[in-house]
């Protein structure tokens, strides 16, 4: 189990969540089916399918969470269909135009009926609860997605006070800087990639991938008003991912060196083998995060 995208939050004031509270929290929110007439279900689950009693996964003073999501699918190319062979059959019995509200009604009915028969898509999304350092990492790369594991968190708890992190200085000015001045903050190192963006009001993006990044073409867009908004990185030799100008990271993964670690740490148990990746991906978080701030001269002081 490893992260792939990170949004992480802060909390704004000092908590102490326990396994126990946080199981007692979601039993009410567990996910369940959906019934027939329903589009969609969203509740907790199991972080792993092997924990068939709990769902919340504790390691290391670390809290894994993770939702479970069933959409119904309803394809709109049918549904439209029948729309309008049912509009087409009232109006030539009942010699009458069918206007916008009664469609719509119509619509809503033929969904209905249609959701018995539909296909169910799942997905789940998972989080990471750090209390003891202040910060909650969603493995999203969609702050929708991210918000709504946070919502029914906070639905669950009664409260949850984060935020997103704010810092002092603007993460696409200073990486700008970064590939025009080589001076990259200890232990971070970029990569041949990053995205550019015109920031006139154009919208020009500029794409790179496999290139040195601090080359006289990458200067000359930079000088002509162009920022840095996505950026590769390596991290102590630990970490490799995509920061976005919002400090979302995305293809999030272990170097080779951190991997074969990993490998050596895994056992044949499977929650065993969860517990090692989860205290290590709690361990390196606690790491990264705090630099990842300090780099862009800190979090504004609240």
């Known amino acids: 189990m490893w ?37 969609s279900r969203y509740g907790w689950t199991a972080p792993h399918p092997n924990m068939l009693e709990s769902q919340v996964f504790c390691s290391g003073g670390a809290f894994l ?10 394809p709109s190319s049918v549904v439209n269909q029948q729309l309008n062979d049912k509009v087409a059959l009232i109006e030539k019995q009942e010699m009458r135009k069918i206007y916008k509200k009664e469609k719509l009604n119509l619509k809503d009915e033929i969904v209905l009926d249609l959701l018995p028969r539909a296909f169910s898509k799942y997905s789940h999304t998972s989080a990471l609860i750090v209390p003891q350092h202040g910060f909650i990492a969603v493995d999203s790369s969609s702050y929708t997605k991210a918000e709504e594991l946070l919502s029914l968190l906070r639905h669950s708890l009664d409260t949850l006070p984060i935020t997103l992190p704010d810092v002092n200085h603007s993460p696409g000015v200073m990486m700008s800087q970064w590939l025009c001045q080589e001076n990259l903050v200890p232990a971070f190192k970029c990569l041949q990639e990053c995205e550019l963006k015109d920031q006139s009001g154009e919208g020009a993006t500029i794409k790179v991938k496999g290139q040195d990044l601090q080359c006289d073409e990458i200067t000359m867009h930079l000088d002509s008003g162009k920022q840095v908004s996505k950026l590769a990185l390596e991290w102590d030799e630990t970490l490799s991912f995509i920061l976005n100008e ?13 991997s074969t670690e990993l490998n050596e740490e895994n056992s044949e148990d499977p929650l065993a083998r969860l517990d090692a990746d989860t205290s290590r991906l709690s361990l390196e978080l606690q790491r990264l995060l705090p630099q990842l701030l300090e780099a862009f001269g800190g979090e504004v002081k609240r």
């Open 3 to 39: 992260f792939k995208n990170i949004i992480f939050y802060r909390f704004t004031e000092k908590v102490n969540y326990s396994a126990e509270q946080l199981e007692s929290a979601f039993a009410e929110h567990s996910f369940t089916p959906c019934k027939s007439q329903e589009l």
């Open 65 to 74: 969470i993770t939702t479970k999501k069933e959409t119904k699918l309803v």
């Open 246 to 258: 919002d400090l979302s990271i995305k293809r999030f993964k272990p170097t080779d060196q951190l």
